[in-house]
């Protein structure tokens, strides 16, 4: 046979793997300290699983997609390329309209989440998605999510979100800022 195996081998023990394993009974939560998180409406859990260091730039507006405080605070340290983080959050929750420099991958875990975006015209549309269903967000377009699940108000449901890069970077739009400077909700790392 003429094949032969070209990519690196690595033999990690089980103690290095089990540095890679998250539980979400033990993940740490956050609000995330976006600019939205105090908005009512906006409010949500944000768990950081995979990745999701620190940005090289945290001031103007952007920040880490899942907050200063959580970018900091990933279950499992690693930069290869990709993050990934869970929302958790009640029916009509979700955050304002924002952007990121790299996609992002939104996957339905538990409810209904409704994944939106600004078309070619200015105007919102969106697509629901059921358990395991996902939208792809390619870089640059300004985009939301909310938990739309009918049923008891007070039931979280999961939404997870996978983002390329290994410190992504996310803004919200300037109509956002403004709804969140107005509301008196803008948290002291954005305030001028």
């Known amino acids: 046979m003429a094949y032969k195996e070209t990519l690196p081998r690595k033999r990690p023990s089980r103690k290095q793997m089990m540095k890679r394993v998250a539980r979400f009974k033990k993940l740490k939560g956050s609000d995330g300290g976006l600019p939205d998180s105090k908005m009512p409406g906006c409010e949500r859990i944000l768990y950081n ?49 924002h952007n990121h420099d790299t996609n992002e991958t939104f996957i339905c875990m538990t409810g209904t989440w409704r994944a939106s975006w600004l078309n070619a015209k200015g105007k919102l549309e969106h697509v629901d998605l059921k358990p395991l269903d996902l939208v792809s967000f390619p870089p640059g377009v300004i985009r939301r999510f909310q938990n739309v699940t009918k049923g008891p108000k007070n039931k979280d ?33 954005h305030r001028a």
């Open 49 to 97: 699983v995979i990745g999701f260091q620190p940005p090289k730039v945290e001031k103007g507006g952007k920040q880490s997609p899942v907050g200063i405080e959580l970018a900091r605070m990933s279950a499992i340290k690693i930069s290869e390329g990709f993050n990934l983080a869970y929302c958790k959050a009640k029916p009509g929750k979700g955050p304002m309209l």
């Open 157 to 189: 449901s999961i939404l997870m979100v996978v983002i390329a890069g290994n410190a992504p970077s996310s803004e919200f739009t300037v109509d956002s800022m403004k709804k969140i400077e107005r509301a008196g909700f803008m948290p002291k790392a």
